[in-house]
């Protein structure tokens, strides 16, 4: 079974940092893109950061670039997003995905992680 666990969310203050994981389990996890899309209430989602299979090329969206770094750890198939400098604008659910590196389709997301920013 393919799972995606996401952890680390909770409420902060602006300025803070937060450190989210994605456990991943079921698939090669080695063989994915991985992704993190974040959705606040009442917007669409945003794609927020990305990092392809070997844990190059990592995108960032230029809302967070800067203050967010994705990283990943094939040998414990967990996938990572380190966010510094919190803004109330980063209050999200935050969601990882992936996909087959041979791929432009998204297969397999979590159930998302709740960042609150707020004083």
């Known amino acids: 079974e393919v799972q995606l666990v996401e952890s680390g969310g909770g409420l902060v203050q602006p300025g803070g940092f937060l450190r989210l994981s994605c456990a991943a389990s079921g698939f090669t996890f080695g063989s994915y893109d991985m992704s993190w899309v974040r959705q606040a209430p009442g917007k669409g989602p945003e794609w927020v950061s990305a990092?392809?299979?070997?844990?190059?090329?990592?995108y960032y969206a230029d809302s967070v670039k800067g203050r967010f770094t994705i990283s990943r750890d094939n040998a414990k198939n967990t996938l990572y997003l380190q966010m510094n400098s919190l803004k109330p604008d980063d209050t999200a659910v935050y969601y990882c995905a992936a996909k087959p590196n041979w791929s432009v389709d998204y297969l397999y997301w979590g159930q998302g992680t709740q960042v609150t920013v707020s004083s």
């Open positions: 990092v392809d299979s070997g844990g190059g090329s990592p």
